[in-house]
């Protein structure tokens, strides 16, 4: 059973457009991360979420954690072929436990 | 951020052979390292969790005996994966828990920039 459900798994849109990338557990978490990887290297951090309903804004980028915290998402305003990438989600039990990792979400950014 | 290098970041063997990588943390120690493994446009997939001084925890289905894995020190841990064969090829990337930057009170896990390895 996938503890993290990451949807959609691929997604490909114009420069300019807007997109939400979801990322959808049945579990709690006490703090879920995003990523975002490019090919042949390893995934960099893009935020941390740890209490329920915080918003977090990083430029272009909002990120959402559920008021339950068994629920993210990722919205792009505007998006750039820049922005083209594996974007991943994870969430952690405890605070140095191990990761479970969402399936991934395929971000292709058409100029 | 803290950093985390990996070593070599590609390598091609033979089949039958066997491949060591290594995972350092280079500037803070990491009594717990994780190893994942990924294949084209998938997710990671968690392959065990190093514990460094203690045997490491291996994931269901993960074979201990093929993938042997090493915690030598606090900056350090190896994954060698042996009699490989060409079903072992994949990208193999490793992580180290650190205090965040931005939470102070919240370890971020820092990952390496992997390792392709390709058995032939």
């Known amino acids: 059973t996938q503890l993290l459900e990451q949807s959609p798994q691929f997604l490909s849109i114009q420069e300019g457009e807007n997109l939400t990338v979801y990322c959808n557990s049945s579990s709690v978490f006490s703090s879920l991360q995003w990523y975002r990887q490019e090919p042949g290297e390893g995934p960099v951090l893009l935020v941390t979420?740890?209490?329920?309903?915080e918003v977090k804004k990083l430029k272009r980028l909002t990120f959402q954690f559920g008021d339950a915290r068994k629920d993210s998402s990722l919205h792009i305003t505007a998006a750039q072929p820049g922005d083209t990438g594996l974007y991943l989600c994870a969430g952690r039990r405890t605070n140095a436990g191990k990761s479970t990792f969402g399936d991934g979400t395929t971000l292709t950014v058409k100029p | 951020g803290a950093v985390v290098s990996q070593h070599p970041s590609w390598v091609i063997c033979k089949s039958g052979t066997s491949v060591k990588i290594e995972c350092r943390s280079l500037?803070?120690?990491?009594?717990?390292m994780f190893w994942y493994r990924q294949f084209p446009k998938q997710s990671l997939m968690l392959m065990a969790t190093?514990?460094?001084?203690?045997?490491?925890?291996?994931e269901q289905g993960v074979e201990k005996d093929k993938f042997l894995i090493n915690h030598a020190s606090l900056t350090l841990s190896t994954l060698t994966v042996t009699s490989a064969h060409p079903e072992d090829s994949s990208f193999y990337i490793c992580s180290a828990p650190a205090w965040g930057s931005a939470h102070r009170a919240l370890y971020e896990q820092y990952f390496g920039p992997g390792t392709r390895l390709t058995v032939t």
């Open positions: 190093s514990n460094e001084g203690s045997k490491a925890t291996y």
């Open positions: 979420v740890v209490t329920g309903g």
């Open positions: 500037d803070f120690q990491a009594t717990t």
